[in-house]
């Protein structure tokens, strides 16, 4: 996207549609408020938009799911009340936690599709293979980091692709022009299928260890600006 | 006063702030979320966890006052303060949460006691040095200066 200055008109309509893409809509669920503001910086840094709301219930009243329709949300899924590219939810909140709101999203056939990242400031390898067994695309451990945002688009064109295979066969059989951006996007979704449960076990493998490796601060790093 | 002097403040404060393990890299962090765009991030969030912080002292100090203590609620709160001093980079005070959480598991209420007290005055000392730090802040940018960045 950067170097879109140097592409061709053709590559130059490419990256306009990346960029477009590029405005993924995240909702973030958590019940502290303090967190709230943290993801929601977290996530318009790395160019997302953002809706946050402080419980599971909230997070599916947005979906279109009211609580006790396990299966059959109100809505089809194109008419939603907000279109949601993928949902990050805290994992430790009253009442509904993440778990269950995962499991709430996974059990609706129009929702399931949704990614679902889930964060826990708690180390508990039992509650993180839970949760990526139960649908989770990823746990991260809390505080989030910005590196961590960057994650989150992989899981997102992941769903994508997955879309837009559908869509290609529906496209093929109507003898659609549009064949060539759908067939790049497709070849990036195997990379990102490969990518992402690599990326899974790499992050239980991070979960695991007793300290993640950050950037440390030193005296020498300070400079006035 | 001159503006390198601020400076020079600025940095020696949060030098010693991180040196004494009062604050970790995650300030940083929130620092480096701060742009021209949301020019008061930092700050936003320190005053949520300062209100937070007060009400949940506030809420445990009640609790523990009695002799029969519900260690299941005390978790909860110590869990809570927990995750918010981790998101600022109070380090010092999530460690005293950690110990504080044992001491609920052991239903200890002497123990939890001298963990409140300690946990206090670490959030005391968090916030009056935090307080400087955004008092030096301000006078840097009303002398017309930049805030120092860390990496």
């Known amino acids: ?225 | 006063m001159e503006v390198a002097h601020l400076q020079r403040r600025f940095i020696d404060l949060t030098t010693t702030l991180f040196q004494q393990g009062i604050l970790d890299n995650q300030f940083i962090q929130l620092q480096q979320l701060q742009d021209e765009s949301n020019p008061n991030f930092v700050h936003e969030v320190v005053s949520l966890f300062f209100q937070d912080s007060e009400k949940l002292l506030n809420e445990l100090s009640r609790i523990l006052d009695h002799q029969i203590v519900d260690f299941k609620i005390v978790d909860a709160h110590v869990h809570q303060f927990k995750g918010s001093s981790a998101s600022i980079g109070a380090q010092r005070i999530k460690d005293v949460c950690i110990a504080f959480r044992s001491c609920c598991e052991e239903n200890n209420r002497d123990g939890c006691i001298r963990c409140l007290q300690q946990v206090k005055q670490e959030y005391c000392l968090v916030k009056s040095n935090l307080e400087d730090l955004f008092r030096l802040e301000k006078q840097i940018l009303a002398a017309g200066g930049s805030i120092p960045t860390m990496q």
Do not use: W
């Open chain 1, 1 to 225: 996207m950067v170097q879109r200055n140097q592409q061709s008109p053709q590559q130059h309509q490419e990256a306009m549609t990346v960029e477009a893409e590029a405005q993924f809509h995240v909702l973030a669920v958590d019940d502290s408020v303090i967190d709230r503001k943290l993801i929601e910086r977290l996530l318009k840094t790395s160019s997302y938009q953002v809706t946050t709301v402080e419980s599971g219930s909230k997070a599916l009243e947005l979906l279109g799911l009211r609580e006790g329709q396990d299966t059959t949300p109100s809505l089809p899924p194109k008419q939603h009340e907000i279109e949601v590219n993928l949902v990050i939810t805290d994992y430790c909140m009253p009442g509904m936690t993440g778990y269950d709101l995962l499991k709430k999203i996974k059990g609706s056939s129009s929702l399931k599709d949704i990614p679902v990242v889930i964060m826990s400031s708690e180390n508990v390898p039992s509650r993180i293979s839970r949760c990526l067994e139960g649908g989770a695309e990823e746990f991260f451990l809390k505080p989030v980091q910005l590196s961590d945002m960057k994650r989150l688009r992989l899981h997102i064109l992941k769903g994508k692709s997955n879309c837009n295979e559908q869509q290609q066969q529906q496209e093929d059989s109507n003898n659609s022009s549009n064949d060539g951006s759908s067939s790049s996007s497709t070849s990036s979704c195997s990379n990102n299928n490969k990518n992402s449960s690599s990326n899974k076990r790499k992050a239980i493998d991070e979960e695991l260890s007793p300290e993640r490796t950050r950037p440390r601060f030193s005296h020498d790093s300070l400079t006035v600006v």
